[in-house]
């Protein structure tokens, strides 16, 4: 009896012959023409040879049991590795078809047999309703949440794709082991962040078209359109349509409205004619790779560090600057080349770029820290009002810093009429009653928004599930003095409430204020019996960050796939697929390493800390940021 081929038993009796043309039974002698199929083989065992047949069978299932166990579980995580390695990636699922590549895995293991591309994309979508069963849960109980949703257009592949991801904070401001998929970013512990989704617009991109495909993403999570608080977007006005028709708040991500004031600042005439010889050169370099190796050799040679002026994406915020800003480091490479003598700058220009990034780099530096996730909405006054600060304190002769003055102010006031904004300002006690952060605003009146919100938001508990039925309601038809008495009675009493959590809030920030870079989340969580009214709105208006950058994120990485010749006939739902891949395999990730340091943490626990003052014991935000390319003080 020979060696088991392709898994069958058949082949324990008989053997190909003639090129495979035929097959042999080694008991009898009996030839059959081989079609690829062992029907005529087993038909033949089971007349002729039945107890051969059954002796084997079972001597197979006896030896191989153990073995057939392990080789399930190895075949399990392989093939989810597999699946890992394609959702984040660019190679095609008919990759699993090469004929090396199969060679590659039977030389690992002759008995794995590798997943073809119909099973690849049934796996996908089976993975695809765990993630949406896994995040279902975790967004069960949310109470409000904060959406961020943007658009990306194909301009040759005749495609309109709409991303969703929503922002929640729970009620117990508890742990979570949640992350995307990229791994520079490091989520807060405090907040959530779930990708629900990527979809193809069907039509135009209108408000309502919008709206018709963000609710059927929720709902396909269960979540109630009503708990959509607000969005934060770009300036996109179908967006900005679809916020209000839905009387929900906006606010404009801040890393946009910054870089919308450095693109003004960039067309001013004397700085748009330097910096249009910097983009000469940075074309150069993309063009020419020759010229391009050069020009990195010589950087080496003179220990310059940073990233050659190379053209950035024309979606980048702050491109002009961060490629003004890689032309000076590196002109000592420019000016030691002789290719390179054309791109050097006169005296005058060199005054203009030098004047232009000393007067934009607190901007880019805001930029940078508005795309980190581990920000939050109630950052983007104050940085508003260090920018504000800053541009005022200079030179307003030039025309650079009269521009950037005006542009900001007049952003700054904008914010400055934003209520989701300022309440989320009032609810970070690391700015609450802080002076100069508020230009023309009195906290007076955001403490009036707070009350009105506390009360047209008031939390309802249901009733004791065990207990027996209230009676019934006495019937008052009439609208009677004493009727109306006893109401004004009853609504007074949750408003009297709220004023006093907010004159104790007061107080207790005034006596003693968080450090700028402690998480405003740790604040409430320790004080929410203190402050139940106004823990509960800090739950609402604080799980939003700064900006969009996320969906930003992902739309690089759709272009990657839909622009790519090898991926560029995916379909909507393969992507949406592959995208909610990659963050189910982050979860598993992350959950295991967190459970690793966690259990490594146990044993290293102890009481010296207990007693001390809870300011002291806010952590600052661990992320692992990517790295920042903001210019060194000038």
């Known amino acids: 009896m020979g060696k088991l081929d392709d898994g069958s038993p058949v082949w324990i009796f008989f053997e190909k012959i003639n090129g495979d043309k035929e097959v042999k039974c080694r008991k009898c002698g009996k030839t059959y023409k081989y079609c690829l199929n062992t029907s005529v083989m087993i038909t033949h065992l089971r007349s002729d040879h039945p107890d051969d047949l059954r002796k084997a069978e079972n001597e197979r299932k006896g030896k191989n049991g153990a073995k057939n166990e392990k080789n399930s579980r190895y075949d399990n995580d392989a093939n989810s590795n597999l699946i890992m390695a394609l959702s984040t990636s660019n190679v095609p699922f008919r990759f699993v078809k090469n004929e090396y590549f199969k060679k590659f895995c039977l030389l690992l293991n002759p008995d794995h047999i590798v997943m073809s591309p119909d099973a690849i994309r049934r796996k996908l979508a089976e993975n695809s309703n765990k993630y949406i069963l896994e995040i279902s849960k975790k967004v069960g109980d949310l109470e409000k949440c904060f959406i961020a949703c943007d658009g990306w257009d194909g301009r040759y592949e005749n495609v309109s794709l709409y991303a969703l991801f929503v922002y929640f904070v729970d009620k117990d401001f508890c742990k979570q082991k949640l992350v995307w998929f990229d791994k520079e970013v490091t989520w807060n512990k405090n907040r959530n962040l779930q990708f629900l989704g990527i979809q193809k617009l069907d039509g135009k991109s209108t408000a309502e078209n919008i709206g018709n495909l963000i609710s059927k993403l929720i709902r396909l999570y269960g979540i109630d359109f009503c708990k959509i608080m607000g969005g934060i977007t770009d300036a996109a006005s179908n967006l900005k349509s679809f916020l209000n028709r839905n009387d929900l708040y906006h606010i404009h991500c801040a890393a946009h409205s910054i870089s919308l004031i450095l693109e003004e600042a960039s067309a001013i005439p004397k700085v748009a004619q330097v910096l249009a010889k910097v983009n000469r050169l940075a074309a150069h370099l993309s063009r020419s790779k020759t010229d391009r190796k050069k020009f990195r050799d010589r950087s080496a040679a003179l220990k310059t560090k940073g990233r050659i002026p190379l053209p950035f994406s024309v979606t980048r915020w702050a491109g002009c600057v961060m490629l003004a800003v890689a032309y000076l480091e590196h002109y000592q490479s420019i000016s030691a080349l002789d290719a390179f003598q054309q791109f050097l700058l006169d005296d005058n220009e060199k005054k203009v770029l030098n004047h232009f990034i000393e007067m934009t780099t607190p901007f880019l530096e805001a930029i940078h820290n508005a795309e980190s996730d581990a920000t939050y909405c109630s950052e983007i006054v104050p940085q508003y009002a260090s920018l504000y600060e800053f541009v005022s304190g200079q030179n307003q002769k030039t025309r650079l810093v009269k521009l950037l003055t005006s542009e900001t102010l007049k952003r700054y006031s904008k914010y400055l009429t934003n209520d989701v904004a300022l309440l989320a300002v009032y609810c970070d006690p690391r ?151 990659a963050s189910l395999g982050a979860l598993k990730k992350l959950s295991e390493e967190v459970r690793d340091k966690e259990e490594s943490e146990s044993d290293e626990d102890s009481d010296d800390d207990i007693g001390e003052d809870v300011y002291s014991m806010w952590p600052r935000n661990a992320t692992n940021r990517r790295s920042s390319s903001a210019p060194p003080s000038l």
């Open 431 to 581: 700015f609450a009653y802080l002076d100069g952060v508020l230009k023309t605003v009195d906290w007076e009146d955001i403490e009036r928004n707070a009350v009105n919100y506390c009360e047209s938001s008031r939390e309802v508990r249901p009733a004791d599930a065990t207990g027996t039925e209230p009676p019934a309601k006495k019937s008052n038809n009439q609208n009677t003095f004493f009727s109306r008495f006893l109401e004004s009675k009853r609504q007074s009493q949750p408003t009297e409430s709220v004023r006093t959590e907010i004159v104790n809030y007061e107080a207790i920030i005034m006596a003693g204020r968080p450090s700028p870079s402690s998480c405003p989340l740790l604040f409430w969580k320790s004080n929410g019996a203190r402050f139940p009214q106004l823990s509960r709105l800090a739950r609402h208006v604080l799980c939003s960050p700064q900006s969009s950058a996320q969906v930003e994120r992902l739309f690089s990485r759709c272009g990657e796939l839909v622009s790519s010749s090898r991926r560029n006939r995916l379909f909507t739902k393969t992507m949406n697929d592959l995208l909610l891949n």
